[in-house]
């Protein structure tokens, strides 16, 4: 009976399920700023991930920095509030880029990757009635890699890259010896990758034009719970299963507008939810000799497809002998999943991103070249009111606060 307790407890205990923080909020310090926008511009190592084909020309360089978000959310059930308890999200990033080739054809490399501090994998597989907030805490922190390569060539750039995130299979059982019970782990972190499109032009007349496509990343979750050898039943395997990261196909477009040291950027971005296939997966999958004791997945939560709007600037001036840059940015991000008025609470709010920061250069002569970066942005979440068929009303509130602090390094 121990080891049905174990399996049981394995098959609920709640796992964390995350996917990017770069999707949600931005890359790194710079593209945190501009509140996600940015395929317009030359971003160093973030734009492996914002934009491949904005990275050349460019600088051997070496980034790296910290993030963390803060969850603020609330629930008001028929009159009564009461907090939705999630723990901050901490991270750290690094990224790298180097030139390859200049002249007529320009042409660089760049790395761009994140990851939470204390793991690289988990997941959280909630029951459908759990309050949960699928697609903005779980997107707060995953491991992230971004690979990507720019060419430039007069006023057109192109850009390919390859987006890798973790996924987690394995196996859970428990071995008998002597009449003892041992349980046996056997689990494997597993690449799930997914390829990065940039397009740049610049027509003159100090614009610039950037496109991205970014197709839909999705990391399972998967390990089997063995029930064979236990007192001599003989039952089905089990799954933890779900999708521990997921990410839509997103499609981002943006014009910006130079004015001497002042740019205007105007972006719009496309995201693909409706096909977003939930977290769940199926628990029981039958043996070929038998046929009646397969469970199927959960229905998908009928998520839709979104328009995310982006309005963001930047201000370049001198402080003494050092370069500046002041950046800020907004976002609107609507829900892309629908009124919880069933049993399911998968809730989802409109978001209001308003974002800050800034780059210091450090004076020419100084012992390093080095460029100190910080951004902050504040995501307020629309009051939402979810009126259940059950008769009870519940609304989501909140807010998220992001800090990231970086520095890039000339190599």
């Known amino acids: 009976m121990g080891a049905f307790a174990l399996l049981a407890g394995l098959t609920v205990a709640p796992r964390r399920a995350s996917a990017t923080p770069s999707d949600l909020l931005g890359a790194g310090p710079q593209s945190t700023a501009l509140a996600g926008a940015g395929t317009s511009l030359g971003l160093d190592a973030e734009s492996a991930l914002v934009n491949p084909a904005r990275l050349a020309p460019a600088m051997k360089e070496l980034a790296f920095g910290l993030r963390a978000s803060r969850f603020v959310l609330e629930l008001e059930r028929n009159g009564a509030t009461e907090p939705f308890s999630i723990e901050s999200e901490k991270g750290f990033f690094l990224g790298v880029t180097a030139p390859l080739s200049d002249g007529e054809v320009e042409s660089a490399f760049g790395l761009f990757g994140g990851s939470p501090t204390d793991y690289i994998v988990r997941a959280r597989l909630p029951f459908a009635e759990e309050p949960d907030f699928p697609l903005l ?242 995501d307020l979440l629309a009051p939402r009111t979810h009126d259940k068929t059950s008769g009870e009303t519940i609304e989501t509130s909140g807010h998220v606060q992001t800090f990231v602090f970086g520095a890039r390094l000339g190599l």
């Open 137 to 378: 805490v779980r997107r707060a922190s995953a491991f992230d890699f971004t690979a990507g390569l720019g060419l430039r060539a007069s006023t057109f750039s192109f850009g390919l890259g390859v987006r890798v995130l973790a996924a987690l299979t394995g196996t859970v059982g428990v071995k008998q010896s002597d009449g003892v019970a041992t349980q046996v782990v056997d689990n494997e972190l597993v690449p799930a990758a997914a390829p990065v499109f940039g397009l740049g032009f610049d027509p003159g007349g100090d614009f610039s034009i950037g496109a991205t496509l970014r197709t839909a990343l999705r990391a399972n979750f998967d390990v089997t719970l063995a029930t064979s050898g236990l007192g001599g039943i003989r039952l089905p395997p089990m799954h933890v299963r779900g999708v521990a990261h997921y990410e839509p196909l997103r499609v981002d477009a943006e014009v910006s507008r130079r004015f001497e040291r002042t740019t205007g950027l105007l972006a719009v971005g496309y995201e693909r939810w409706s096909d977003y296939p939930g977290t769940l997966g199926s628990t029981l999958e039958c043996p070929e000799d038998v046929a009646t004791c397969g469970s199927s997945a959960p229905s998908p939560p009928e998520a839709s497809d979104i328009v995310v709007l982006r309005l963001a600037g930047t201000h370049e001036f001198a402080i003494e002998r050092m370069s500046a840059v002041l950046r800020a940015g907004y976002a609107f991000v609507p829900a892309a999943l629908p009124e919880q008025r069933g049993p399911a609470n998968r809730f989802d709010s409109a978001r209001h991103g308003f974002a800050l920061g800034y780059s210091l250069g450090l004076p020419p002569d100084w012992m390093l070249p080095l460029s100190l970066d910080a951004a902050f942005r504040f």
